[in-house]
């Protein structure tokens, strides 16, 4: 079977963009060869890419569709057909099938009788269908930004295409992209082979002919070579080692065609600066990486990933030029550093009313002003005796002083950082030096969340404040639109209160974030700000909920069943009542051990088939009785249900005042040869009024007693 090859070759592409591009091309390739049937039983799909190509290789692929029978239902057998002769109906129809129209049939189905055929679908060969499908994929791959760059011509790609191979094994598919037709030419490193073409004979060829061209195709390939790059670099210097930093390897790999690696040196008294700006000037500024020694601590030298491979003279001048600008880049910093320190944080407060935070929203001083008051109400109920109200106050009130600092506006990176290290040089308490250090700590849901009590409650009001704010002017996240990072921050607020003992829940914080703006209500673009805040508090809980979902899914990894079965029976309590989120984690965690044994699975499926039978006779307004009437209690097995569940419910309401989720869990499974036996001998809907209500009040009641951990009928069963 043949295998197929496709690469568009372009002008660079930013690397941050390459890797989502890569897999989607290969996911549009797999997915139009699949859908026209072209796909052979054991195929493989491998997908490369440089700054220059993005390429799909496709092995087992069918040469032509095989031919397929379709049965074609055309008008009603009635307008066809007239006393046995074909009206025009029938002709259109035997037209448009291609077929003569004697040889139409009459299809029975359970809607009627209609005319049909059968006709043979010849399948067309794999060239023809990829060349008219693939370009049509290509045109609708996603990419953060597009662009024109024919005049008058409607093509937008992330950037110019300048070539296209595709090849069916040997052959080339006829394949139009933006002007450019394919061929089976592609181009090597732009430097180390220059701007003749290659010929790729074959599609099985294309890595082994790059790879002769210093161009390293295969992704992982190169990051292979430059981890043992970094490596073999840094066994030059004594007991170093360099810094670890997948996303900077991610980068300079999909910066690369043909890598190599560089080391440089710097003068070791730049260590006196933090290494927080060491490492910021290095691997944000210079996609270098920073080496240190066995200690952990920075090292003056620094590896940088080249896309060529020099000569020994050629790597002398390299590493002369970018040491050169690493001093540079350092010395700058050095002066910020100690321009900066000639103005302390505490007198940069009143500097912060020149600093927009959002144009509708005032200036980071008004924020601060709220970021305060919300710390203050936080720490006064987190009943904590490690918390300094006094050192948490004064980090929020110095918390965005840093944006007036000349490092932060050179390296914006470092906000907050800065911040915290500025206070530690100057000073002052080392709990409000790591608050506002850990201020916009969690970043994602994989960074660490603030290391103090002070840090916590300063992220979450911080957060909190920037997420009231821009509900009440309309300005929430939308589908995949989310400009002001709304999302980021609730994820960061919903980590924080799950992983510490902090005794809040989102409504709480959110009330306290919406109360400040309540100055603001009456200016303009306010419109969601009128008492009691309920028009934006609605959509702030819809969206924390949201979040806390995902967390529980997408971070902690519980089914989404049982997190739906959690959410269902405590999101009132997550959102309203205060109850911890670790609450909801521990409920899930509980739920989903208990989940494989048999009695759990029978009470979710009965506790399903209870809310069913309650909701339908809701619809009719046979509503249950107010409570259960025992002389009414005919039948035995609803006697021995009752009383069964009469005894239980204590047991587990203790277990679960003592957060013994799984023990509760267990007692509950107890019930099920008692719910068993009660839907086997007991018609819930009886002919008699008060029976019927009072055997409904039961079901109630079982359902309800028991339904506090969990709503057991979301959980899906198999």
């Given at each position: 079977?043949?295998?197929?090859?496709?690469?568009?070759?372009?002008?660079?592409?930013?690397?941050?963009?390459?890797?989502?591009?890569?897999?989607?091309?290969?996911?549009?390739?797999?997915?139009?060869?699949t859908r026209e049937r072209l796909l052979s039983a054991g195929h493989e799909i491998h997908s490369y890419s440089t700054p220059r190509r993005l390429a799909v290789l496709v092995k087992g692929v069918n040469a032509t569709q095989a031919d397929t029978q379709e049965q074609l239902t055309g008008p009603s057998w009635n307008i066809a057909f007239?006393?046995?002769?074909?009206?025009?109906?029938?002709?259109?129809?035997?037209?448009?099938?291609?077929?003569?129209?004697?040889?139409?049939?009459?299809?029975?189905?359970?809607?009627?009788?209609?005319?049909?055929?059968?006709?043979?679908?010849?399948?067309?060969?794999?060239?023809?269908?990829?060349?008219?499908?693939?370009?049509?994929?290509?045109?609708?791959?996603?990419?953060?930004?597009?662009?024109?760059?024919?005049?008058?011509?409607?093509?937008?790609?992330?950037?110019?295409?300048?070539?296209?191979?595709?090849?069916?094994?040997?052959?080339?598919?006829?394949?139009?992209?933006?002007?450019?037709?394919?061929?089976?030419?592609?181009?090597?490193?732009?430097?180390?082979?220059?701007?003749?073409?290659?010929?790729?004979?074959?599609?099985?060829?294309?890595?082994?002919?790059?790879?002769?061209?210093?161009?390293?195709?295969?992704?992982?390939?190169?990051?292979?070579?430059?981890?043992?790059?970094?490596?073999?670099?840094?066994?030059?210097?004594?007991?170093?080692?360099?810094?670890?930093?997948?996303?900077?390897?991610?980068?300079?790999?999909?910066?690369?065609?043909?890598?190599?690696?560089?080391?440089?040196?710097?003068?070791?008294?730049?260590?006196?600066?933090?290494?927080?700006?060491?490492?910021?000037?290095?691997?944000?500024?210079?996609?270098?990486?920073?080496?240190?020694?066995?200690?952990?601590?920075?090292?003056?030298?620094?590896?940088?990933?080249?896309?060529?491979?020099?000569?020994?003279?050629?790597?002398?001048?390299?590493?002369?030029?970018?040491?050169?600008?690493?001093?540079?880049?350092?010395?700058?910093?050095?002066?910020?550093?100690?321009?900066?320190?000639?103005?302390?944080?505490?007198?940069?407060?009143?500097?912060?009313?020149?600093?927009?935070?959002?144009?509708?929203?005032?200036?980071?001083?008004?924020?601060?002003?709220?970021?305060?008051?919300?710390?203050?109400?936080?720490?006064?109920?987190?009943?904590?005796?490690?918390?300094?109200?006094?050192?948490?106050?004064?980090?929020?009130?110095?918390?965005?002083?840093?944006?007036?600092?000349?490092?932060?506006?050179?390296?914006?990176?470092?906000?907050?950082?800065?911040?915290?290290?500025?206070?530690?040089?100057?000073?002052?308490?080392?709990?409000?030096?790591?608050?506002?250090y850990d201020q916009y700590r969690p970043e994602s849901t994989e960074d660490s969340i603030p290391r103090t009590i002070e840090g916590q409650l300063l992220a979450i009001a911080d957060k909190a404040d920037t997420i009231a704010g821009m509900f009440g002017i309309g300005l929430e996240p939308s589908g995949s639109k989310d400009p002001f990072?709304?999302?980021?921050a609730a994820n960061g607020i919903v980590k924080i209160l799950a992983e510490t003992a902090l005794p809040f829940h989102p409504a709480t914080i959110f009330a306290y974030a919406v109360r400040e703006y309540e100055p603001m209500a009456s200016l303009p673009g306010f419109h969601r700000f009128d008492a009691p805040f309920q028009n934006v508090?609605?959509?702030?809980?819809?969206?924390?909920?949201?979040?806390?979902?995902?967390?529980?899914?997408?971070?902690?990894?519980?089914?989404?069943?049982?997190?739906?079965?959690?959410?269902?029976?405590?999101?009132?309590?997550?959102?309203?009542?205060?109850?911890?989120?670790?609450?909801?984690?521990?409920?899930?965690?509980?739920?989903?051990?208990?989940?494989?044994?048999?009695?759990?699975?029978?009470?979710?499926?009965?506790?399903?088939?209870?809310?069913?039978?309650?909701?339908?006779?809701?619809?009719?307004?046979?509503?249950?009785?107010?409570?259960?009437?025992?002389?009414?209690?005919?039948?035995?097995?609803?006697?021995?249900?009752?009383?069964?569940?009469?005894?239980?419910?204590?047991?587990?309401?203790?277990?679960?005042?003592?957060?013994?989720?799984?023990?509760?869990?267990?007692?509950?499974?107890?019930?099920?040869?008692?719910?068993?036996?009660?839907?086997?001998?007991?018609?819930?809907?009886?002919?008699?009024?008060?029976?019927?209500?009072?055997?409904?009040?039961?079901?109630?009641?079982?359902?309800?007693?028991?339904?506090?951990?969990?709503?057991?009928?979301?959980?899906?069963?198999?």
């Amino acid at each position: 079977m043949p295998d197929f090859l496709f690469e568009i070759g372009l002008e660079e592409i930013p690397a941050r963009m390459i890797p989502a591009a890569q897999a989607e091309l290969a996911r549009r390739v797999e997915d139009l060869l699949t859908r026209e049937r072209l796909l052979s039983a054991g195929h493989e799909i491998h997908s490369y890419s440089t700054p220059r190509r993005l390429a799909v290789l496709v092995k087992g692929v069918n040469a032509t569709q095989a031919d397929t029978q379709e049965q074609l239902t055309g008008p009603s057998w009635n307008i066809a057909f007239k006393n046995g002769d074909p009206t025009p109906a029938a002709h259109a129809f035997a037209k448009k099938a291609g077929v003569q129209v004697f040889a139409l049939e009459k299809l029975t189905t359970p809607k009627g009788e209609y005319v049909s055929t059968v006709v043979e679908r010849k399948g067309r060969t794999a060239s023809e269908i990829i060349a008219e499908q693939l370009p049509k994929e290509l045109a609708v791959l996603y990419w953060p930004k597009n662009m024109y760059w024919r005049a008058g011509k409607p093509e937008r790609f992330v950037r110019p295409v300048k070539w296209l191979l595709a090849l069916l094994n040997h052959a080339i598919v006829p394949i139009e992209f933006a002007g450019v037709h394919a061929a089976n030419l592609t181009y090597g490193h732009r430097i180390l082979y220059g701007d003749a073409t290659l010929t790729v004979e074959h599609a099985t060829d294309y890595l082994g002919v790059l790879e002769a061209a210093h161009v390293t195709a295969d992704v992982e390939l190169r990051r292979h070579r430059i981890r043992k790059g970094l490596d073999a670099a840094t066994r030059t210097i004594p007991e170093a080692r360099w810094r670890e930093d997948e996303p900077l390897v991610d980068t300079v790999t999909h910066l690369t065609e043909w890598p190599s690696v560089l080391l440089g040196s710097f003068d070791p008294q730049y260590l006196n600066l933090p290494e927080e700006v060491l490492v910021t000037v290095m691997r944000d500024h210079q996609k270098y990486f920073a080496v240190e020694d066995r200690q952990s601590k920075l090292a003056p030298y620094f590896l940088t990933v080249l896309n060529t491979q020099p000569s020994k003279q050629a790597d002398e001048i390299i590493r002369h030029g970018n040491e050169r600008v690493l001093r540079a880049r350092f010395n700058d910093a050095r002066f910020f550093w100690t321009v900066d320190q000639k103005i302390p944080l505490t007198e940069r407060v009143e500097m912060l009313k020149s600093v927009t935070f959002q144009k509708d929203l005032g200036s980071y001083y008004d924020k601060t002003e709220r970021v305060t008051k919300v710390v203050r109400e936080l720490g006064s109920s987190a009943q904590s005796q490690e918390l300094s109200i006094d050192a948490l106050e004064l980090a929020a009130k110095l918390a965005k002083t840093d944006l007036t600092s000349e490092l932060v506006k050179e390296f914006t990176e470092l906000q907050g950082i800065v911040g915290g290290l500025y206070a530690k040089t100057q000073g002052l308490d080392d709990r409000v030096a790591l608050a506002i250090y850990d201020q916009y700590r969690p970043e994602s849901t994989e960074d660490s969340i603030p290391r103090t009590i002070e840090g916590q409650l300063l992220a979450i009001a911080d957060k909190a404040d920037t997420i009231a704010g821009m509900f009440g002017i309309g300005l929430e996240p939308s589908g995949s639109k989310d400009p002001f990072a709304l999302r980021r921050a609730a994820n960061g607020i919903v980590k924080i209160l799950a992983e510490t003992a902090l005794p809040f829940h989102p409504a709480t914080i959110f009330a306290y974030a919406v109360r400040e703006y309540e100055p603001m209500a009456s200016l303009p673009g306010f419109h969601r700000f009128d008492a009691p805040f309920q028009n934006v508090e609605q959509p702030i809980s819809a969206f924390t909920l949201e979040r806390i979902r995902f967390y529980l899914q997408d971070v902690r990894q519980f089914r989404y069943d049982i997190v739906n079965a959690v959410l269902r029976q405590t999101a009132s309590s997550i959102i309203k009542t205060g109850a911890y989120i670790p609450d909801a984690i521990s409920r899930a965690a509980a739920l989903t051990a208990v989940l494989g044994s048999e009695g759990i699975a029978a009470i979710s499926a009965a506790f399903k088939r209870i809310k069913n039978i309650l909701d339908k006779a809701r619809e009719k307004s046979d509503l249950p009785a107010q409570r259960v009437k025992t002389e009414l209690l005919t039948d035995p097995a609803e006697r021995t249900l009752y009383d069964y569940a009469a005894r239980l419910t204590p047991t587990v309401e203790n277990l679960r005042a003592e957060y013994k989720y799984r023990e509760a869990l267990e007692q509950i499974a107890t019930l099920r040869p008692h719910v068993d036996l009660f839907f086997d001998k007991v018609m819930v809907m009886a002919d008699d009024p008060a029976i019927r209500q009072n055997r409904l009040a039961l079901i109630a009641m079982v359902l309800g007693n028991f339904s506090s951990i969990a709503d057991f009928s979301e959980i899906v069963t198999s």
